[in-house]
């Protein structure tokens, strides 16, 4: 069987759409609908069916798939062994990040990565949802993403994972509120506190639920918001309170904005990245997760000196 029409089965089986595949491959759709039908005389099974105006694989079609994508990656990792022993790191490599990931781990990695001589990093920034990062994975060699203890949202999706760190969330008070002279702060602290909260759906939410069941009181959120300057401003501005995460607020206005450790919930969130197996075994990509792993730790690292 071809190699690039077996890729062109396992895109469809990504993007599950001709169109997508078409325009993510550089094809027209009717040439890669005629690969395909190549592919499917080759295996001598239906590999697609009709659904709707759409195809779907079949369960021949999505073991092929599967079978595509253990010979990219085989592929891949033939390619890096080579790039391991002529000592080349050489390539581009895309990445995509949640804006405050970008703002605390990018700079740094960047900087580091502009000393590897022909290694390029292309970076952008996108803020999705929990359950849409996977997707992005077809489209940039590495993905940033984050999810809350417990959560695993892209599980199953036979997708590389790299744990990068953990950051814990606290909760943003102004300076002068009644809390802001404690240590920590516990879900009984904040009954009948109103909250700035993230938009529904968004993985802090979950967090609130948690407040709630253990505060055994109801929590009122007056506004929603996903850019969190903008749930920084309303707490400087004494509007409400908001979960905050530690690493990455703004930390412009410390005399007017506190932090506190959330004790007696799962308060934290787990920043990773996430990669399609065979792009994880690029010697260009591996240099630069391990350049984001370094940045990740003088982050927390630095955050572990400060009282």
Known sequence: MDVQRLELLRELAERHSITEVARATHRTPSAVSQQLKVL??????????RSGRGLTLTDAGRALARSATDVAVALARARAVWDE????????VSLVTFPTAGEMLLPGAVRSIAAVPGLIVNCTDKDPELSDFPALTAEYDIVL???LRGQLPWGGRGLTVVPLMTEPLDVGLPADHRLASRSWI???????ETWIGAPTGYPFERILHQIEQKAGSQITVAQQFADLRVIEAFVVAGLGIALVPRYTWGGDQPSRLVLKPLRGVDAERQIVALMRPDRAERLAVRTVLEVLRTEAARVQAKHALIP
């Open 186 to 192: 516990t879900p009984a602290d904040v009954i009948g």
């Open 145 to 147: 993403a984050y999810s």
């Open 40 to 49: 499917e005389r080759e295996a001598g099974l239906p590999l697609t069916e």
């Open 85 to 92: 022993f002529r000592n080349d790191a050489t390539g581009e």
